[in-house]
């Protein structure tokens, strides 16, 4: 049961949601990505240059020796890089509002992340934020059926979590409440709409 437990973990990692999300907006909402150049462009930003702080990890000196303290604080690293080239891109290649608002949102959750856990040194839970966040942005965009499918993913997250001793209860809601926070405070202030 364990090892279950460790497989739902590696195969809900940030990157597997944020694949999912883009993919599911570019089947139903073509004009929201604006075309094959943006969704590759995004899966590379969102998910191909997170993802590759797993393979990297054991060849960077400052981060190889850590464990999975260090794979954390790798991903966390490279997620955000992605994002902020990702946002920057969208704005520089003119991008439809509606990716430019899913950058946005990976861009301040990687930054609310980022000041939880560094400067409070609060562990809000990256898989948490990581899979709540797409959910809260399909909800956003009408997409309904597959959000429910995507809530209904959360669950073995914070399972999984619990019981491989990744996260607490604390962490998970830390984290699941940034994505929704975020996206609250880029719509309402007018961040991205002006």
Same mark, same amino acid.
Not at 39 to 65: R, S
Not at 94 to 106: G, T
Not at 129 to 152: D, N
């Given at each position: 049961?364990? *090892?279950? +437990?460790?497989?739902?973990?590696?195969?809900?990692?940030?990157?597997?949601?944020?694949?999912?999300?883009?993919?599911?907006?570019?089947?139903?909402?073509?004009?929201?990505?604006?075309?094959?150049?943006?969704?590759?462009?995004?899966? +590379?930003?969102?998910?191909?240059? &997170?993802?590759?702080?797993? &393979?990297?990890?054991?060849?960077?000196?400052?981060?190889?020796?850590?464990?999975?303290?260090?794979?954390?604080?790798?991903?966390?690293?490279?997620?955000?890089?992605?994002?902020?080239?990702?946002?920057?891109?969208?704005?520089?290649?003119?991008?439809?509002?509606?990716?430019?608002?899913?950058?946005?949102?990976?861009?301040?959750?990687?930054?609310?992340?980022?000041?939880? *856990?560094?400067?409070?040194?609060?562990?809000?839970?990256?898989?948490?934020?990581?899979?709540?966040?797409?959910?809260?942005?399909?909800?956003?965009?009408?997409?309904?059926?597959?959000?429910?499918?995507?809530?209904?993913?959360?669950? &073995?997250?914070?399972?999984?979590?619990?019981?491989?001793? @990744?996260?607490?209860?604390? @962490?998970? +809601?830390?984290?699941?409440?940034?994505?929704?926070?975020?996206?609250?405070?880029?719509?309402?202030?007018?961040?991205?709409?002006?």
């Amino acid at each position: 049961m364990e *090892n279950g +437990f460790k497989i739902i973990r590696r195969i809900t990692v940030p990157p597997v949601f944020a694949a999912a999300l883009l993919l599911i907006v570019y089947m139903t909402h073509t004009d929201y990505i604006g075309g094959i150049g943006h969704l590759l462009g995004g899966l +590379f930003f969102l998910v191909v240059l &997170p993802t590759l702080a797993y &393979p990297l990890q054991k060849y960077i000196p400052k981060y190889k020796d850590r464990g999975r303290e260090g794979q954390r604080s790798l991903a966390m690293l490279f997620s955000f890089v992605g994002y902020l080239l990702g946002t920057t891109a969208a704005f520089v290649f003119s991008a439809p509002v509606e990716l430019k608002l899913i950058y946005i949102e990976y861009l301040l959750c990687g930054i609310g992340m980022l000041v939880l *856990n560094r400067v409070f040194h609060i562990k809000a839970s990256g898989h948490a934020c990581g899979s709540v966040g797409p959910v809260i942005m399909l909800v956003y965009f009408g997409l309904y059926l597959p959000a429910i499918i995507g809530a209904m993913l959360v669950l &073995p997250v914070y399972v999984s979590s619990i019981r491989t001793g @990744q996260h607490t209860m604390p @962490q998970l +809601f830390g984290g699941s409440t940034i994505p929704a926070f975020m996206l609250f405070l880029t719509v309402t202030t007018g961040l991205l709409f002006g």
